[in-house]
């Protein structure tokens, strides 16, 4: 049987990914990252997500220390902060992350939000830096269509990751489509749409004809629909949980029935605004 350890996707450049992974967002106490990384490692999770902008780099670099195996046993992901775009700020700031995270390489560095004034400055900064041998693999976040076929007209090489909000409620099936096209392997931050569908009927109806959580459903989802996922929790109960999804199977009925749970809803920001404004910008969400 298949699990978390084994189960991987390939890049276009000739890397692969461990399909599922362990998102660290909002995860800032030093004691908790080194446990929940320890339990994570032990469950077998093999892929550790970070960015600039959690302000968590050295914690993860400790944790993963800690686990005393050696650095190819693991992934790791960091993202370059919108403050840290453009071509020499990019490099300069990877250079910095790797002091923090206390490691020689990343296996794959992000472009956090796409902002348009740096847009292909800061590739051409990753460019470069996959060349200098500073991370193995290059790609993106938060890049709709529009922005990997602007990215397209310039970039020598492509991004083989685009790390995107994609839950049920945001299903993002045509993006999900152009990866497969382009080969540019899709991953879904907030998996779980940071819990806003626990309680959908649909969702609670199958979890109980499998004997499974809503969760795992969701992450099944996930799994079957051939995306990368980063769940996040710092509670060992769930951190298991989130990866005991390879002994059961969606039906096609199932599958059939997520689809139309497809609202169009996000949790976060809207990536074009962040690309107009050049930054993040206040969001506030009422159902």
Same mark, same amino acid.
């Given at each position: 049987?298949? !699990?978390? !350890?084994?189960? /991987?996707? +390939?890049?276009?450049?000739?890397?692969?990914?461990?399909?599922?992974?362990?998102?660290?967002?909002? #995860?800032?106490?030093?004691?908790?990252?080194?446990?929940?990384?320890?339990?994570? %490692?032990?469950?077998?999770?093999?892929?550790?997500?970070?960015?600039?902008?959690?302000?968590?780099?050295?914690?993860?670099?400790?944790?993963?220390?800690?686990? +005393? &195996?050696?650095?190819?046993?693991?992934?790791?992901?960091?993202?370059?902060?919108?403050?840290?775009?453009?071509?020499?700020?990019?490099?300069?700031?990877?250079?910095?992350?790797?002091?923090?995270?206390?490691?020689?390489?990343?296996?794959?560095?992000?472009? @956090? =939000?796409? #902002?348009?004034?740096?847009?292909?400055?800061? =590739?051409?900064?990753?460019?470069?830096?996959?060349?200098?041998?500073?991370?193995?693999?290059?790609?993106?976040? +938060? /890049?709709?269509?529009?922005?990997?076929?602007?990215?397209?007209?310039?970039?020598?090489?492509?991004?083989?990751?685009?790390?995107?909000?994609?839950?049920?409620?945001?299903?993002?099936?045509?993006?999900?489509?152009?990866?497969?096209?382009?080969?540019?392997?899709? *991953?879904? =931050?907030?998996?779980?749409?940071?819990?806003?569908?626990?309680?959908?009927? &649909?969702?609670?109806?199958?979890?109980?004809?499998?004997?499974?959580?809503?969760?795992?459903?969701?992450?099944? =989802?996930?799994?079957?629909?051939? +995306?990368?996922?980063?769940?996040?929790? #710092? @509670?060992?109960?769930?951190?298991?949980?989130?990866?005991?999804?390879?002994?059961?199977?969606?039906?096609?009925?199932?599958?059939?029935?997520?689809?139309?749970?497809?609202?169009?809803?996000?949790?976060? *920001?809207?990536?074009?605004?962040?690309?107009?404004?050049?930054?993040? %910008?206040?969001? @506030?969400?009422?159902?």
């Amino acid at each position: 049987m298949a !699990s978390i !350890s084994d189960t /991987y996707l +390939n890049f276009a450049d000739g890397h692969k990914i461990p399909q599922e992974g362990f998102g660290t967002y909002k #995860v800032t106490d030093p004691s908790e990252m080194s446990t929940a990384i320890k339990t994570a %490692y032990e469950t077998g999770y093999r892929l550790f997500d970070t960015a600039q902008m959690y302000n968590n780099e050295e914690m993860i670099g400790q944790a993963l220390k800690n686990l +005393n &195996v050696p650095r190819d046993k693991y992934f790791v992901t960091t993202k370059i902060a919108e403050a840290n775009q453009g071509y020499q700020p990019a490099i300069d700031s990877l250079k910095d992350s790797l002091k923090r995270l206390d490691m020689d390489y990343v296996d794959l560095i992000l472009v @956090h =939000w796409p #902002v348009h004034n740096k847009f292909f400055d800061t =590739w051409r900064a990753f460019e470069e830096l996959k060349k200098e041998g500073l991370t193995k693999s290059i790609g993106v976040s +938060n /890049y709709t269509m529009a922005h990997l076929e602007l990215l397209k007209t310039q970039a020598d090489e492509m991004p083989v990751l685009d790390q995107i909000e994609l839950t049920p409620q945001l299903q993002q099936a045509p993006m999900r489509q152009f990866g497969k096209d382009n080969g540019i392997v899709i *991953q879904a =931050w907030a998996p779980l749409a940071r819990g806003q569908m626990m309680k959908n009927p &649909v969702l609670m109806k199958i979890a109980e004809n499998h004997d499974k959580t809503v969760a795992q459903v969701i992450l099944r =989802w996930q799994l079957q629909v051939g +995306n990368s996922f980063i769940p996040k929790s #710092v @509670h060992a109960s769930r951190i298991k949980q989130n990866a005991d999804i390879f002994d059961f199977e969606l039906t096609a009925d199932e599958m059939s029935q997520i689809s139309t749970l497809d609202h169009y809803k996000r949790v976060s *920001q809207e990536p074009e605004l962040v690309y107009e404004n050049d930054k993040q %910008y206040p969001h @506030h969400f009422k159902d």
